[in-house]
């Protein structure tokens, strides 16, 4: 069964500064999304990047960028120069087809806090 | 940029009592999915909704919970008699074909006292 594993229930980072969030996961499957989101205090789930797995080069969205190490089924997200509005819960997420529908595998989360 | 939408964002029910959770998919979207988050614990999939009928549902999603698209816009989540355990935030997500990203929205906050 496909899990995703987010081993760090908090984080903090000052201001301007870089912070990485770990997510692993586990799967037999060769083809698949890995996904970081972001869940500010207003709720909403908020997409900030996607990896697909057949791609190599790590996904790059401004300031957040991935790590994708398929091979060791790690999946880590670079926040640089960080701001007071990364402040958030980030969810990473693996997609998963499952009898014909694809279906979203979360991890527990990291709440990351942006000091000033 | 189109958003997914979800009314109320807060629902207090008494347990027992039968509430509805709405949401309005992006306009153009074709899978409509919900999902559960109890409070502390990861997002799990509830259930996932195409051409009128579920596609695939979770052992959570039992024969107190059913789904609807009661016209061409809102896409509701119907438990017929709530549980202290049905406490849980709800997100909607929808996407424009199986294989695309799916959007979610705001959630709805659903306390079951």
């Known amino acids: 069964a496909q899990t995703v594993t987010q081993s760090q229930p908090e984080m903090s980072v000052q201001e301007a500064e870089t912070v990485t969030l770990s997510c692993t996961y586990d799967?037999?499957?060769?083809?698949?999304?890995l996904f970081w989101y972001k869940q500010p205090p207003s709720r909403q789930m908020i997409l900030v990047i996607r990896q697909e797995a057949y791609k190599q080069q790590n996904a790059t969205e401004n300031r957040f960028s991935v790590n994708f190490q398929k091979a060791a089924k790690s999946f880590s997200l670079k926040i640089s120069d960080s701001q007071l509005g990364d402040a958030a819960m980030y969810f990473c997420?693996?997609?998963?087809?499952?009898?014909?529908?694809?279906?979203?595998?979360f991890g527990t989360g990291t709440r990351l806090k942006v000091l000033a | 940029e189109p958003e997914v939408t979800q009314t109320p964002s807060h629902q207090v029910t008494q347990m027992g009592q039968e509430v509805i959770l709405r949401c309005v998919p992006i306009?153009?979207?074709?899978?409509f999915y919900w999902y559960r988050q109890i409070l502390g614990q990861k997002v799990e999939f509830l259930v996932s909704f195409y051409n009128n009928e579920i596609s695939e549902k979770s052992e959570i999603f039992d024969d107190q919970f059913s789904v609807e698209r009661p016209d061409g816009s809102n896409f509701t989540l119907k438990i017929r008699s709530t549980k202290l355990e049905d406490s849980a935030m709800y997100f909607c997500?929808?996407?424009?074909?199986?294989?695309?990203?799916?959007?979610f929205g705001a959630g709805t906050r659903l306390s079951v006292l």
């Open positions: 306009s153009n979207h074709l899978y």
């Open positions: 799967t037999s499957e060769s083809d698949y999304y």
């Open positions: 997500a929808s996407s424009l074909e199986l294989s695309n990203i799916q959007y």
């Open positions: 997420a693996y997609r998963h087809r499952d009898s014909g529908t694809y279906k979203y595998i």
